[in-house]
């Protein structure tokens, strides 16, 4: 059976939601998180992506009032009648669920990459220190050591409630083998 990669609705738009703990992509692909796979996507489908980040933080991680927040996603979505890509906890569909050691590490370079400027802040004015990463309690590396089980129970729970839930895991093929399927389906829509 051949399974598409993903599932757009009867007018072929695709609305794709990607969650997955910080540091959950791939980086031999160039796609070292969540947000630079969803963006991966979004290009492929040639729909708008839109990093929740940076709806929900304000410049010196100051968090987003949660109706502001709602309000400006909820515009964003409406803006392109093909779809849209969307990362992050604050929505979910695509699981990206890799071994902890491996997303560890992957977080451990990002955050490195963040801290001496060769990576992108998670958004803009949020930038990461030496101090908030090693010697903060909001150490975004002390964040997925804390939340890793809940956010895989999380993902398995929501994967028995909605069969449109995927999850991707192990160290990367199955990621690469679902891009592979994405890019076939992108082939034949063409």
């Known amino acids: ?113 963040r801290i001496i400027g060769t990576s992108p802040p998670c958004a803009p004015g949020c930038d990461e220190s030496l101090r908030q990463t090693f010697l903060s309690k909001d150490s975004i590396l002390w964040w997925a050591i804390s939340v890793h089980r809940k956010l895989r129970r999380r993902l398995h729970t929501m994967m028995e409630a909605d069969d449109r839930v995927q999850r991707i895991g192990g160290w990367g093929g199955q990621l690469q083998r679902w891009l592979s399927r994405l890019e076939g389906q992108i082939r034949q829509r063409a």
């Open 1 to 113: 059976m051949n399974v598409p990669a993903l599932r757009g609705d009867k007018s072929g738009a695709f609305r794709v939601h990607v969650v997955g703990n910080s540091g959950a992509g791939m980086p031999r692909y160039r796609l070292e998180g969540v947000s630079t796979l969803g963006a991966h996507i979004a290009a492929r489908l040639n729909v708008p992506f839109i990093a929740l980040d940076h709806y929900g933080w304000q410049p010196s991680w100051v968090e987003t009032d949660v109706a502001d927040f709602r309000a400006r996603v909820g515009a964003k979505l409406a803006e392109d009648p093909k779809g849209w890509v969307v990362d992050g906890v604050y929505s979910k569909k695509l699981g990206l669920d890799p071994p902890f050691p491996l997303l560890f590490w992957r977080l451990f370079l990002r955050t490195i990459g």
